[in-house]
C-alpha cells in the first residue's frame, strides 16, 4: 500500500501568519548541528542561518503581542501614544 501524503492544509493552519517560537528556532538549530555533524558541512549554512535567527529572535524578545504590548507601555509612559490619538482600554 502506498504511503499516504500529509495534508498541506493541516500544515498550512499553523504557519499562516506565525513566526517559529523561540523553542522551535532552538529546536531547529539543534536539529541541523546533528545533522551537520552526521552527514556534512554542506548542510552548514542551514545552520548559520539558523543561528542567526535565533540570536535575532532572543534579542526581539517574546511574542510579537508581546512586543506590541512593550512598544505601546513605552509610548504611553512618555506620552508619544497621546501624539498620535490612541487610547487604551486596560
Not at 492544509?9 to 538549530?29: H, L, Q, S
Not at 551537520?36 to 526581539?60: F, S, T
Amino acid at each position: 500500500m502506498p504511503r499516504q501524503q500529509p495534508s498541506a492544509g493541516r500544515w498550512k493552519k499553523r504557519f499562516d501568519n506565525c513566526e517559529p517560537t523561540i523553542a522551535e528556532i532552538e529546536e531547529a538549530t539543534l536539529f541541523i548541528a546533528y545533522v551537520v555533524e552526521k552527514l556534512g558541512e554542506q548542510y552548514a549554512p542551514v545552520m548559520d542561518r539558523l543561528v542567526i535567527e535565533l540570536e535575532e529572535a532572543r534579542k526581539r524578545g517574546g511574542s510579537p503581542t508581546e512586543r506590541a504590548k512593550r512598544i505601546l507601555d513605552e509610548a504611553e509612559a512618555d506620552g508619544r501614544l497621546a501624539a498620535v490619538n490612541i487610547t487604551r482600554k486596560r
